[in-house]
């Protein structure tokens, strides 16, 4: 069974920084993109970044440059997302999810081409 949970979220004051987790079982992630995802209140989701299978990080949130980064632990079947220098307008539900065709050298921040979804974990970045 396909299986996504995303775990490290809570409040952060700005300027800090928060470890995401997104622990796969059902599958091995490295033969997958793992994208990951935001959606705020009262907004659309919106694809942050991603991890193809072969390694390739590609932005999708300008925003986010320079200061989030992707990366994979192959042997705990986890993909994280390391997020610094915080800003409140960070603030969402953070959603990691399976690209729903394996072996791509890149991966997409369209939400349709991912299969399996975790069920999020709020980030709240306030002071």
């Known amino acids: 069974q396909v299986q996504l949970v995303e775990s490290g979220g809570g409040l952060v004051q700005p300027g800090g920084s928060l470890r995401l987790s997104c622990a796969a079982s059902?599958?091995?992630?490295?033969?997958?993109?793992i994208g990951w995802f935001r959606q705020a209140p009262g907004k659309e989701r919106e694809g942050v970044l991603c991890?193809?299978?072969?390694?390739?990080?590609?932005y999708f949130t300008d925003s986010v440059k320079g200061r989030f980064t992707i990366s994979r632990d192959n042997a705990k079947n986890t993909v994280y997302l390391q997020m610094n220098s915080l800003k409140p307008e960070d603030t969402a539900v953070y959603y990691c999810?399976?690209?729903?065709?394996?072996?791509?050298?890149?991966?997409?921040?369209?939400?349709?081409?991912?299969?399996?979804w975790g069920r999020g974990t709020q980030v709240t970045v306030s002071s």
């Open positions: 999810a399976r690209a729903s065709v394996s072996w791509r050298t890149v991966c997409s921040g369209a939400s349709n081409q991912y299969d399996y």
């Open positions: 991890i193809s299978s072969s390694e390739h990080r590609i």
């Open positions: 059902g599958f091995s992630s490295d033969y997958y993109g």
